[in-house]
């Protein structure tokens, strides 16, 4: 009694109809073999019109797209979760979260089944992504310079560089290790943050260099942004920090990764704040570096920081300032293997 | 976040306090770390003083013992669903499901292991075991194979009906199965976890099989044997319900229905084993109705000469001496596209 | 009534949308106000959302499963129950209006009653009523022990029959599909009346649809599937019974199998006579594993010797699917022991 393993693209839907149409139609343009291809729409309690015009979507496209309807309106987490859970009898050979708006590659689910199919070790591949913010496309810096299998044995990466970087996520079969930390995501819902890969750090995860697609973020309330990833780390390694669980277990990569986490952490608010001082808004730059030195407090002994620190108390953009904290590149970690 | 413990012993308790020690002496002298290894006792709402029991363990080894007391005595199948539930926070790598009274020898989760890492296919672990009887006397059984092999369940489905009938094993298995967290298949629900045809749900991946005992498990005969037997029947029915219903014919589905047929085979000639059991006990009516079973789920068996043999005996009221080994074949080789090592 | 808590009613559906405008609004016409209205379709491939679209406007909501699968979407709807009562409506069932309102006064005034159970007529695909006896011949209300005998051998009532406190749902397991699968409603009472007490209203509440053929049926009995389900959940009755000690379940259990062997007894006949040989002696074999004394039934005996000379187009009876057998069932039972008789609050 078995279904066909299929390919489920799960999204949460918002108001925003024509967002939610553009990322349809990019579906509907996949080589993939359509019958082996789902779209879940879960609809999050939106006034009736937009739920009608969901059904319609569902009477259009009868064996591609099904849409659950969560009573009353609540977070990102329990939504995913509840689309988690509807799927628990269904056969997933491989998923994927998407936001209306976001964008992929007409191949890119018929090469990713392709490559997780040859490669039975990786639970996920993670693609490089562009982003779209309504009006112009950015094209980001690869994280590393070749694709590459990330194991548990390097798993600090995750946290080493990166952190605000962009990502498109093809799972093996449902995110279901996500149930399981999905506390952390009611707050932290980053289904397209690199961060986030680390919820999936216990498997093997390939690595993509190529972009996959290009997805669609309004401009964030970048402090907001900030104290969700410190909390994301926080909680990460709570155990290690707290010494809760014994640490003699604990390897050293996780320990040395807690260190790169906060650095990088701290670099990447350093990077907002250049924007932000761009901007002229003085006050809020000023927040953010005190926020840089709370998370990694050797960053006062950074002569980059402490440029910029003059730079903000001074209230001077200056052009050079975008030069102190470019990204580059990265070789992938030596543990890690080319694929 | 949590420390993953790589073995997880799940042990299933109803009212079975004196063979607790005995599976616990299995898991204590594991060569592998102890610190790597966690056991669950689930208690069936136990009157007999095995929870108190557990507890003692509890005391003297916390780290090791963990223990979920139903607050109603239920069926093993959801037994096993809530043991699944109870564990759904806890990433397990790799799990074992034990009886009170079974005893796992102390290479086994080491080479399991080891087995498991080298090759990243392998769902399950199985060996071949003793049996051990009410008297504590160990009897050895052949092996099910000549040689340590790989088997491809999805390519070698019928294997699992074709070989090793009556024959017992234990497995350690990748993660938790039987199956996905939500999804137990009928059969493993059923099945006793010892038999070999139990070893072909789930119907996907690759399992290793060894031919060396590495345990040994109490005697057990299901207290009501039909009811045992129908379920089984059941869970087959259900496993291949499609195969049985649709009309049209392509090649795999020739494959399913031969499949099929092995799996009808394979229960009746249990039931054959079943009667010739009851020589022991006496008990006829048991015997007949064995007959009628396997002749219901294969009516092709009436042919085959243990049958014929037995039906014989039951008339004549004579002894079914050697009738076992017609049905209970010696070792195969494995079949030429499973890796043999 | 006082309170009025949320009801919530569940339709299941697969490839029922040419009923389901009737079994929709007569969730929507309920005399009890505080209701909601889910469909939870099994990815069904006919025009079934665009007529469940028609509604949304008053509410209902529809949840689609992206791949059918079977009947582990019962397993599924139970997260759309947020009620604390609710109804397993049947896309092709039709509710009586004011069945809601009736049984949860029921159940508000007695709080130990998890389900209770209304009288049902049935009613063929072109919407022709066949008028049944009601199973029992009063209304009543019954501790759930004295209940549970009576359904080792029949549901007395199907999902649509039954308005069922959420609680008590939860305590009986819920729906548990792998375990249940076919059988399910029976299953289901049994565990309800083992954590709970029973009530059953005499007047008929709702229409249950009885088309002149169901193919699952007939696939079921045609695999040979039938006898054994049938015999597996009549044995995991007596499981729980032993688990929990319920002495008059045990001894209703060789009743109970005896009863299945001889309706198979039926099906056997309309094998030999659609000569189906293999089939039929399956079922001939199952009867006599089933109850050793069938042997001596004039009946069997001859269905055996036209098995073995073949002459199965001499035998004379009625293909089993006509719904039409079902009005001439006499009925009408007595309640089980220490019922309590309850006309009046109804």
């Known amino acids: 009694m078995k279904n066909e393993a299929c390919t489920y693209i799960l999204i949460i839907a918002n108001n925003d109809l024509d967002k939610l149409r553009r990322t349809v139609d990019s579906l509907l343009k996949q080589t993939v073999e359509r019958e082996l291809l789902r779209i879940l729409i879960i609809d999050n309690a939106s006034q009736n019109d937009t739920y009608s015009r969901l059904i319609d979507y569902e009477i259009e496209y009868p064996e591609l797209i099904s849409v659950i309807r969560e009573k009353k309106p609540t977070t990102k987490g329990r939504l995913l979760k509840r689309m988690i859970r509807h799927l628990r009898y269904a056969e997933v050979g491989s998923s994927m979260i998407l936001e209306p708006g976001d964008i992929i590659c007409p191949d890119l689910i018929k090469n990713a089944n392709m490559i997780l199919r040859l490669k039975e070790s990786l639970g996920s591949l993670i693609y490089e992504t562009d982003i779209w913010d309504g009006q112009t496309i950015k094209s980001q810096t690869p994280i590393f310079t070749s694709n ?84 994301f780390i926080k909680r990460n390694f709570y155990a290690i920090e707290t010494q809760v669980f014994s640490t003699k277990n604990s390897l050293n990569v996780q320990k040395e990764a807690v260190y790169s986490a906060y650095n990088c952490l701290s670099i990447m608010a350093l990077q907002y704040a250049v924007q932000i001082l761009k901007k002229g808004a003085i006050e809020e730059a000023e927040d953010i570096l005190i926020f840089a030195e709370m998370m990694n407090l050797d960053i006062e002994n950074d002569s980059r920081f402490l440029q910029l620190r003059q730079a903000v108390l001074a209230g001077n953009y200056e052009e050079t300032l975008e030069t102190l904290f470019v990204v580059k590149s990265e070789i992938p970690p030596r543990v890690s293997f080319q694929f | 976040m949590f420390k993953t413990y790589s073995v997880f012993f799940i042990v299933f308790v109803d009212n079975e306090a004196e063979l607790i020690d005995d599976t616990m002496k299995g898991i204590l002298g594991q060569t592998y770390p102890r610190s790597e290894m966690r056991v669950l006792f689930m208690d069936n709402a136990s009157k007999d003083g095995s929870y108190e029991k557990i507890l003692d363990y509890i005391q003297e080894y916390p780290s090791l013992v963990s223990v979920y007391r139903m607050d109603r005595p239920t069926k093993p199948a959801r037994l096993l669903k809530q043991a699944s539930n109870y564990l759904r926070f806890s990433p397990v790598h790799f799990s074992m499901f034990l009886h009170p009274g079974d005893r796992v020898y102390s290479g086994f989760i080491e080479k399991a292991i080891g087995l498991m890492h080298m090759n990243g296919e392998i769902e399950a672990v199985y060996s071949n075991i003793d049996i051990c009887h009410t008297d504590k006397s160990l009897e050895k059984q052949e092996a099910i194979f000549t040689d340590n092999c790989i088997i491809d369940k999805e390519v070698n489905y019928g294997l699992f009906f074709n070989t090793g009938i009556g024959a017992k094993v234990q497995a350690m298995f990748r993660g938790l199965q039987p199956g996905a967290l939500e999804r137990l298949v009928d059969m493993e629900k059923r099945i006793d976890r010892n038999d070999w045809m139990g070893a072909a749900f789930p119907s996907e991946g690759k399992i290793a099989y060894l031919t060396e005992s590495f345990g040994y498990m109490m005697e057990r005969v299901p207290d009501d044997v039909m009811f045992d037997l129908m379920t089984k029947a059941y869970s087959l029915k259900s496993q291949f319900y499609m195969t049985e219903t649709v009309a049209n014919y392509t090649e795999r589905q020739k494959k399913d229905w031969a499949d099929m047929e092995a799996a009808y085979k394979c229960i009746a000639e249990n039931a054959l084993l079943h009667a010739i059991r009851t020589e022991e006990t006496g008990d006829i009516r048991l015997a007949e109705q064995c007959l009628m079973f396997a002749e219901m789920m294969c009516l092709d068996i009436v042919q085959d000469e243990a049958y014929i043999l037995i039906k014989k005996a039951i008339e004549n009221e004579t002894s079914m001496q050697g009738i076992r080994e017609k049905i209970v074949k010696g070792s195969v080789e494995p079949p030429r596209d499973c890796f043999i090592f | 009534m006082k309170r009025k808590p949320l009801v919530s009613i569940i339709i299941p559906n697969y490839n029922h949308s040419m009923y389901l405008d009737q079994s929709i609004n007569s969730a929507l016409n309920q005399t009890y106000s505080n209701i909601e209205v889910i469909v939870n379709d099994n990815a069904s491939s006919d025009n079934s959302i665009a007529v469940v679209k028609k509604y949304i406007d008053q509410g209902v909501v529809v949840n689609k499963n992206p791949q059918n699968i079977y009947n582990f979407n019962y397993d599924i709807l139970d997260d759309s129950v947020s009620g604390e009562y609710f109804v397993l409506l049947c896309a092709d069932d039709i509710l009586k209006s004011d069945f809601v309102e009736k049984a949860v006064r029921i159940m508000e005034e007695y709080p130990e009653i998890g389900f209770v159970h209304g009288e049902r007529d049935y009613i063929d695909e072109h919407g022709r009523i066949t008028e049944l006896d009601p199973f029992f011949n009063c209304s009543f209300r019954v501790n759930g022990e004295e209940i549970l005998p009576i359904f080792t051998l029949t549901d007395i009532g199907q999902s649509a029959q039954a308005v069922i406190r959420t609680s008590a749902f939860v305590r009986a397991g819920k729906h548990d599909t792998q375990s249940d699968h076919l059988n399910i409603d029976r299953e289901q009472w049994f565990r309800l009346a083992m954590v709970s007490d029973y009530a059953y209203i005499r007047e008929k509440m709702a229409l249950i649809r009885m088309p002149e053929t169901t193919s699952e049926t007939s696939r079921i009995i045609e695999t040979f599937y039938h006898p054994i389900a049938l015999y597996h959940t009549a044995k995991s009755f007596e499981e729980w019974a032993k688990l929990n000690d319920y002495p008059r379940v045990s001894e209703r259990i060789e009743v109970a199998i005896k009863r299945f062997a001889k309706e198979c007894l039926g099906f056997a006949k309309v094998f030999l006579k659609r000569e189906n040989y293999e089939l039929a002696k399956r079922y001939l074999l199952f009867i006599r594993f089933a109850d050793r004394g069938i042997i001596s039934d004039e009946e069997y005996q001859k269905c055996w010797t036209i098995l073995q000379e073949k002459r199965g187009a001499s035998v004379e009876v009625d293909e089993y699917k006509k719904s039409s057998n079902y009005a001439f069932r006499k009925r009408n039972y007595e309640p089980p022991e220490n019922y309590v008789l309850m006309e009046d609050t109804i």
């Not at chain 1, 952190?163 to 996500?178: E, M, N, S, T, Y």
């Not at chain 1, 995501?185 to 750090?201: G, I, N, P, Q, T």
Request: proline fraction near 2%.
């Open chain 1, 148 to 231: 590459c299998v990330i194991t548990k044995l390097c798993e600090d990466v995750y946290y080493k560089s990166g952190i605000g970087h962009k990502v498109l996520i093809f799972h093996r079969g449902l995110p279901i290790g996500l149930t399981v930390k999905l506390p952390y995501y009611e707050v932290v819902v980053k289904s397209h943050d690199w961060l986030s890969a680390a919820y999936h750090r216990n498997e093997a995860n390939g690595y993509m260099k190529e972009t996959g697609g290009c997805i669609y973020t309004e401009a964030q309330d970048m402090k907001k942004e900030l104290i969700e990833w410190s909390f």
